[in-house]
T-cell receptor, first 116, second 115 residues
């Protein structure tokens, strides 16, 4: 079975541009979460979506937005890119209820964004 | 406030040595979950273990073992007879039972196993 797939794997943008990152969860997983991992740090929570609704949002500016589609895939959008947005963006899916802390997250390999 | 501290930034060991990775957490919840993930150079976080706050039994899985102690808010991870393939960044994470469903990760410990 396919795991969590993310695209693109690498991309380079310039300041002020917009980026869209895509994620396909494991088949049957209805919850998708996004995390930002800056070099040398642990992942930081950005969003969680469950059944196409936003269920949680981390401490990120409004330049960050996301959505989940009827097939449970998801997009993360970042507007007006800053140098500090350079990071590995990880998508994770889980099988259980959206509000259970027991859920095990399965992560994709990430999209590495470089902002010049 | 939730917090996970991994004080060891980087550890280097020689193959076949045992190594322990430390994790200390902070939470006000009585019900919570702790996790360990491994991140190889490919970038994908690989799940290793989950423990809940009511289960303090230590666990052994092959060369891996975990020591959960609520009294010291620690959840340490030991690799016995380390191998070069164990080289990776290891993250400890905390998830609370209520509220926003999210993981709080530590800053990770980079383990280098030298042949």
């Amino acid at each position: 079975d396919a795991g969590v797939t993310q695209s693109p794997t690498h991309l380079i943008k310039t300041r002020g541009q917009h980026v869209t990152l895509r994620c396909s969860p494991i088949s049957g997983h209805k919850s998708v979460s996004w995390y930002q991992q800056v070099l040398g740090q642990g992942p930081q929570f950005i969003f969680q979506y469950y059944e196409k609704e936003e269920r949680g949002r981390g401490n990120f500016p409004d330049r960050f937005s996301a959505r989940q589609f009827p097939n449970y895939s998801s997009e993360l959008n970042v507007n007006a890119l800053l140098l500090g947005d350079s990071a590995l963006y990880l998508c994770a899916s889980s099988l259980g209820r959206w509000n259970s802390g027991a859920n095990v997250l399965t992560f994709g390999a990430g999209s590495r964004l470089t902002v010049l | 406030a939730q917090k996970v501290t991994q004080a060891q930034t980087e550890i280097s060991v020689v193959e076949k040595e045992d190594v322990t990775l430390d994790c200390v957490y902070e939470t006000r919840d009585t019900t919570y979950y702790l996790f360990w993930y491994k991140q190889p150079p490919s970038g994908e976080l690989v799940f290793l273990i989950r423990r809940n706050s009511f289960d303090e039994q230590n666990e052994i899985s092959g060369r891996y073992s975990w020591n959960f102690q609520k009294s010291t808010s620690s959840f340490n991870f030991t690799i016995t007879a380390s191998q070069v393939v164990d080289s990776a960044v290891y993250f400890c994470a905390l998830s609370e039972a209520s509220g926003t469903y999210k993981y709080i990760f530590g800053t990770g410990t980079r383990l280098k196993v030298l042949a």
